[in-house]
């Protein structure tokens, strides 16, 4: 062998040895990268899971208020529904004792009033059992009106009761 023939030969042992050199660093760098990359794909896993839990707990949390709302406006209706039967059956009654004369409806009358023209005696007679001032009987016409009137009135202030309670529930 000569001596371009060696030195030939130990150039390209040379290069073999530093392709080799480089290719083990690159295996080392690649097993140390992938450790990090692992620790860090399980760091990234460990978040997500914790954030998860995070918002189902909080879905949770507003499904049992959400629930409790309407468990309280269940009732609240339920509420109103009743106090709404109840006086249209008190109305109902009332009206019923009225067209059978059962019961009359009358008014005081004020015997201060002399402009009126109408002279009232001031107090009951003997025989009377109404306490109290001068009254009058209304007529049953009239007598039903005013209980018609009174009834919506009623439903009216119920269903604004209602209303108030579903607001003061929705804005708790």
Do not use: F
Request: charged letters at 20%; glycine letters at 6%; proline letters at 1%.
């Amino acid at each position: 062998m000569t001596l371009a023939q060696k030195l030939i030969g130990l150039l390209a042992l040379i290069l073999v040895l530093m392709a080799g050199t480089a290719t083990s660093a690159w295996k080392v760098q690649d097993w140390r990268y992938g450790k990090q990359l692992a620790e860090q794909a399980g760091l990234h896993q460990d978040d997500l899971t914790a954030i998860s839990n995070a918002a189902a707990a909080q879905l949770r949390a507003d499904q049992q208020k959400r629930l409790a709302l309407e468990q309280r406006l269940s009732a609240s209706d339920e509420n109103h529904y009743k106090e709404l039967t109840n006086a249209q059956s008190n109305q109902a009654r009332l009206r019923d004792r009225l067209a059978t004369s059962d019961l009359r409806l009358s008014v005081l009358l004020d015997t201060a009033d002399t402009a009126s023209g109408y002279a009232v005696p001031t107090g009951a007679a003997a025989g009377s059992v109404v306490h109290g001032g001068a009254r009058a009987r209304l007529d049953q016409a009239h007598a039903q009106r005013i209980v018609a009137i009174t009834d919506a009135g009623d439903q009216g202030l119920i269903a604004l009761r209602a209303c108030q309670t579903y607001v003061r529930e929705l804005s708790r």
